[in-house]
């Protein structure tokens, strides 16, 4: 994206936080990504990375869209990046993105390309365990997203503990030397890897597989699946300490691997 391009994806982050929204440096650039990778044709395909990236609960997610349309259909804009022409388009809607060409009901590549569903097995290769992946599983733990939960521990925070002062004056005849307090858990946040096995990803496959595996050692919440033809839930084998093991595992699993694509029935099938 050029500067231009990138300014309502700098904006609505911005707009976020101040409606009370979470949106993190690390939430910005995985959304930006996420926008990049799947290629949007409209508007509506920008608002749904905007929910898998940033999540809003249902309660909030009104308050949410109302953000998201006043920084991307044109009632807020963004302020102009140094340096690029002051003609700025006053509106951010679904025209001003290129559509995508859509093949005719005659052309004879495209509708039947993916309509016999071909599977494949494979072994996946383990691959060197370079410095790199070691670093980032040893820094994931803390890197991780997390978020502030409803259940409340014992620990230092503003919030007295009614409980354990009432059971501290029990145990000294109703003095209390220190007014225990307690403050909200944080849990990680979901994480979730969706991997295209298809046969054009074929040379990022095992890469983007080895580093599921360590997703999962560094995590507790997350999620893995394939995606090809159809869809795959690898969660469970990655999570097994040995990699050689865990990669064949998976491996097993998957039965779509170097085919077509049918993302559009494997993500309907998540969702």
């Known amino acids: ?58 309660d909030r997610q ?39 060409p859509v093949p005719d ?35 994931l733990p803390k890197r991780l997203p997390h978020r502030r939960s409803r259940r409340m521990v014992s620990g230092k925070g503003r919030l007295a503990d009614a409980r354990r002062a009432f059971r501290q004056m029990l145990r000294q005849d109703g003095e209390i030397t220190r007014l225990p307090t307690r403050r909200r858990q944080t849990r990680e946040r979901r994480v979730l890897m969706l991997i295209d096995v298809s046969g054009s990803m074929k040379n990022g496959t095992d890469g983007a597989l080895r580093l599921a595996h360590a997703l999962q050692q560094g995590g507790d919440r997350v999620e893995c699946f394939t995606l ?13 300490k040995n990699r050689d093991q865990a990669l064949a595992l998976a491996s097993g699993l998957v039965a779509d691997w170097d085919g077509g694509t049918r993302l559009g029935e494997a993500l309907a099938v998540f969702l």
């Open 105 to 139: 009901e005659e052309d004879p590549s495209g509708g039947e390309a993916t309509a016999a569903e071909r599977l494949f097995a494979r072994a996946l290769s383990a691959g060197d365990e370079d410095a790199a992946l070691r670093a980032f599983t040893r820094a």
């Open 62 to 100: 009104p308050m949410f869209d109302t953000v998201f349309d006043m920084v991307f259909l044109g009632r807020h804009l963004a302020a102009p990046v140094p340096g690029e022409p002051e003609e700025l388009p006053q509106s951010y809607d679904a025209g001003s993105f290129e559509e995508m």
């Open 228 to 240: 090809g033809t159809r869809l795959t839930r690898v969660t469970r084998a990655l999570r097994h």
């Open 1 to 58: 994206m050029t500067p231009r391009a990138l300014a309502p994806f700098l904006a609505f982050p911005q707009s976020l936080r101040a409606a009370g929204f979470p949106a993190s440096p690390d939430l910005t650039e995985t959304f930006i990504t996420a926008v990049g990778l799947l290629g949007p044709r409209g508007i509506d395909d920008i608002r749904r990375a905007a929910h898998a990236v940033y999540g809003p609960g249902p």
